[in-house]
C-alpha cells in the first residue's frame, strides 16, 4: 500500500531540478499512504513528473523502489496497491523471456504492460490498484483504478497542468491550485454522506471510476475514461448461466475460492492480522486465515462500554473458538470524541458516514501489532445483508400495487399528525413497551415510511432508503443535485428482482464511495493496509451465478456465508441480531459536541461561507437540541462539510 501524485504539465516548462522538488511536496503530503520510502521520476523535456510513497509490504528491499522502470525501458509506473495473482501472471510471463530483479508485484506489473500492452494487463490484474504510468515510447500517459474502487485516484486540470494523486491534499501540493468548490458535490454529500464517482469536492477535478483507464496525451486533452471491466456484464452473465449444483456443491465451491482468495491476501513480508466483530463476515474471513495457518493469527477487535453498541464479548468467543492471538481494547466516549478533529485531515473530501470513528480506532489499535488486515467487507452487498434489502422488499412487495394516487393517499394518512407529535405519544408509552422499542422515535419512523410509501418506482424507493437530505439543492446555495448511476436506468443490468437491484446499486455506489472509502482512509491514516478477500474477481463473478435463494432466506441475508461459515464456527456463536458499527452520535451533539457543532452551525458563520442557507439547519439543530427530533444523520453530514472547510484555511 503506498500513495502516487504527480502531473503532465507542457514540455520544458519547468527544469528537472523544478519538477523533483514539486512532485515530491505533493508525495510528502500524503506520508503516511508511504512512510517507509519515497521516490520520484521526472523527464523536463515531456513535461511529466511521478511521485510515490512507499509502505512496504511485499520485497522490502531496495529492489522495491518506485518509480519503477520496467525492464525494456519503455515504461516508468508509481503504483497504489497490491496484484493478488502476481506470482501466477510471473509464471505466464517467465516463457515469454521475462526475468526478475526482485519479486515484487510493481516488477510484474511493468512486464505485463509490456507483454500485452495497458488494456489487456490490466483486465488480468486481480487485486486492489491504482496506478499512473507513462508510456516513454507513445508519450502517453494512462491511470488505472481496480475493479471496484479500493484504491483511489483523483485527477484534474490546474492551469496548463494535467494533475492527479491518490488523495486530495497531494493535489492542492501543486503549484497555483486554486480550484473552487463543487456545490453539486455537497448536495451528494448531503445526500448520501460521501461525495459518489466521478465527482469530487473541487472543481475540475475527478475521481476515475472504478474498473477505469484514463489516456492522457497532452495536458490540455480531456480524455473520458474507458472501462476494461464491466459489473453489469458481470452482473447478466450470472442471470444467463447461474450456478444448478446443489446446495452442498455450492457451498464446496465458494469455502475453495473464498479460501483461496484469503491465501492470496496473506502473502506478506510484514506483520498480518485481521479485525474480527464476531459477525458472519469478519468472523468467515478468520476462520478461512486460521485454516491455512500454522500459528494463530492475530485478530483485533474494540468494544464500547455502552451495550448496544458492543460487539467484542461476541468477537471474544469466535476468537477463543478459532484459537486466534486476540487483542481487545475498550475505548471510552473521550477516545471516540478525540478522533472528531482528525476527521477532515483523513477524509480530505467531506465524508459523513460516522462509523468512520471506531473503524479509525480499531485501523489505530490494529497497527501498534501488524502493517497488514484483513477484512469481510463487501459481504453484505454480494450476499444480500443489509437490512435496507429486507425493509425494502417487504414494503414493495406491499405498496408496489398501489395507483399513485392511492399511494399519495396513504402516505398522507401517515403524516396527518407531525413527527414531534408522535414522538411524544410514543415517549408516552415507552415504560410498557420492549427495552428494544422504547427509544425508537415512532414519528420519525411514520414519516420515513410516508416517503417510502410514496415512491412511484423501485429507484426512487431505494434513493429514499439510502438519502439523508431529500432535497439537498433547497439548502445548498447555487447547488444541483447530480444524477447519478441510481436515477439513471441506462446502465442497469437485466435484473427483475428488487432486492437483486438494490445489491447492485449499492456496490456501484455505496460501496466504493462510502465503505471503502472509509476503510482506505482510516487504514493509511495510521500506514495500515488493509485487504479485503471477498472482493476477489472470480469470488464476485461467482456471488452473481449464486441463486437468490443461497442468498436470502427465511428472513435472512448472506445464507451461503453462513453455512460455509458453520462448517468452522458453532451456529450460537453467530446468530444472533446484526448490531451497527457505530456511536451514540445522536447523544452527543446533546451534551459532549454541543458547543463545538454550535460554532460550525451558527446562522452568522453559514451566511459568511455562503454555502448553506442556514434556515433548514437551524431548524434541524433546534428540534434536535430539543429532544422532539433526531436529526443526527442530517447534522452529521454538514458538520462534516463545516470542519473540512475550516480544515481547508
Keep these: ?65 518506485q518509480p519503477m522502470t520496467g525492464a525494456d525501458g519503455r515504461y516508468v509506473l508509481v503504483f497504489n496497491g497490491e496484484i493478488y495473482n502476481f506470482q501466477k501472471l510471473r509464471a505466464e510471463l517467465e516463457p515469454q523471456g521475462h526475468t526478475w530483479r526482485g519479486h515484487s508485484d510493481t516488477e510484474v506489473m511493468l512486464a505485463a504492460f509490456q507483454q500485452w500492452g495497458v488494456l489487456e494487463a490490466t483486465k488480468r490484474f486481480n487485486g486492489m490498484f491504482a496506478f499512473a504510468l507513462w508510456d516513454r515510447q507513445e508519450r502517453v500517459l494512462h491511470l488505472g483504478r481496480d475493479r471496484l ?62 474498473a477505469s483507464l484514463l489516456s492522457v496525451k497532452t495536458p490540455a486533452e480531456k480524455p473520458v475514461p474507458v472501462t476494461y471491466w464491466s459489473l453489469r456484464q458481470v452482473i447478466e452473465r450470472g442471470v444467463d448461466d447461474p450456478f444448478t449444483g446443489t446446495e452442498t456443491e455450492a457451498v464446496d465451491t465458494f469455502e475453495a475460492m473464498l479460501k483461496e482468495a484469503v491465501g492470496m491476501r496473506m502473502v506478506s513480508d510484514v506483520p498480518l492480522g485481521a479485525f474480527l466483530s464476531g459477525g458472519v463476515d469478519s468472523s468467515l474471513i478468520v476462520a478461512m486465515m486460521q485454516a491455512q495457518s500454522a500459528r494463530p493469527v492475530r485478530t483485533f477487535t474494540i468494544g464500547f462500554d455502552v451495550p448496544e453498541y458492543n460487539e467484542a464479548e461476541f468477537a471474544k468467543a469466535v476468537a477463543v473458538h478459532l484459537k486466534t492471538d486476540h487483542t481487545e481494547m475498550y475505548v471510552t466516549g473521550q477516545d471516540a470524541l478525540d478522533t472528531i478533529p482528525l476527521l477532515p485531515g483523513l477524509y480530505d473530501e467531506p465524508f459523513s458516514d460516522y462509523s468512520q470513528i471506531p473503524t479509525y480506532l480499531v485501523c489505530k489499535m490494529a497497527r501498534e501489532h501488524v502493517t497488514v488486515a484483513l477484512s469481510g467487507d463487501a459481504g453484505d452487498e454480494l450476499f444480500g445483508g443489509y437490512e435496507r434489502y429486507f ?20 402516505a398522507g394518512a401517515l403524516t396527518l399528525l407531525p413527527p414531534q407529535v408522535l414522538n411524544s405519544i410514543g415517549g408516552m408509552t415507552r415504560p410498557v413497551l420492549p427495552k428494544r422499542l422504547r427509544h425508537v422515535p415512532f414519528g420519525d419512523k411514520l414519516h420515513k415510511l410516508a416517503e417510502v410509501v410514496a415512491a412511484p418506482g423501485m429507484e426512487t424507493l431505494y434513493l429514499n432508503l439510502m438519502s439523508h437530505w431529500k432535497q439537498p439543492e433547497q439548502v445548498v446555495i447555487g447547488g444541483q443535485d447530480p444524477q447519478t448511476s441510481i436515477t439513471n436506468r441506462d446502465g442497469w443490468p437485466r435484473v427483475t428482482d428488487f432486492t437483486h437491484r438494490m445489491m447492485h446499486l449499492d456496490m456501484e455506489n455505496y460501496l466504493p464511495g462510502d465503505i471503502l472509502t472509509k476503510v482506505d482512509r482510516a487504514a493509511m491514516g495510521v500506514s495500515l493496509e488493509g485487504r479485503i478477500p471477498l472482493l476477489d474477481t472470480d469470488l464476485i463473478e461467482f456471488a452473481w451465478r449464486v441463486p437468490f435463494s443461497m442468498k436470502v432466506r427465511d428472513g435472512k441475508g448472506k445464507w451461503l456465508m453462513r453455512e460455509t461459515l458453520y ?36 446562522e452568522t458563520r453559514l451566511k459568511r461561507e455562503g454555502y448553506f442557507h442556514p434556515g433548514p439547519i437551524r431548524q434541524k439543530w433546534k428540534e434536535h437540541l430539543g429532544g422532539t427530533r433526531n436529526w443526527h444523520f442530517y447534522l452529521w453530514d454538514v458538520l462534516m462539510f463545516q470542519a473540512w472547510l475550516a480544515g481547508m484555511k
Design 1 to 65: 500500500m503506498c500513495g502516487i501524485a504527480g502531473y503532465f504539465t507542457l514540455p520544458r516548462s519547468r527544469t528537472s531540478t523544478q519538477m523533483t522538488a514539486e512532485v515530491t511536496r505533493m508525495t510528502d503530503a500524503i506520508v503516511k499512504r508511504g512512510p517507509d520510502d519515497s521516490g520520484a521520476w521526472t523527464d523536463a523535456e515531456t513535461g511529466i513528473a511521478l511521485g510515490h510513497r512507499r509502505l512496504s509490504i511485499l520485497d522490502l528491499s531496495p529492489l522495491g523502489h
Design 567 to 602: 462448517r468452522h464456527v458453532p451456529k450460537a456463536l453467530i446468530d444472533r441480531p446484526k448490531r451497527g458499527f457505530g456511536v451514540p452520535m445522536e447523544h452527543w451533539l446533546r451534551d459532549e459536541l454541543r458547543d463545538w457543532a454550535e460554532e460550525l452551525l451558527s
Design 391 to 410: 425493509v425494502g422488499r417487504n414494503l414493495w412487495d406491499k405498496f408496489a400495487w398501489m395507483p399513485p394516487g392511492m399511494k399519495r393517499a396513504a
Design 149 to 210: 474502487g479500493e484504491k483511489p485516484l483523483y485527477y484534474g486540470w490546474s492551469g496548463d497542468s494535467f494533475v492527479f494523486g491518490s488523495e486530495l491534499k497531494a493535489v492542492r501540493e501543486f503549484p497555483g491550485f486554486a480550484a473552487g468548490i463543487n456545490r453539486d458535490a455537497i448536495c451528494s454529500q448531503l445526500r448520501f454522506s460521501y461525495v459518489p464517482d466521478p465527482l469530487c469536492i473541487y472543481e475540475g477535478f475527478y475521481k476515475l471510476p472504478p
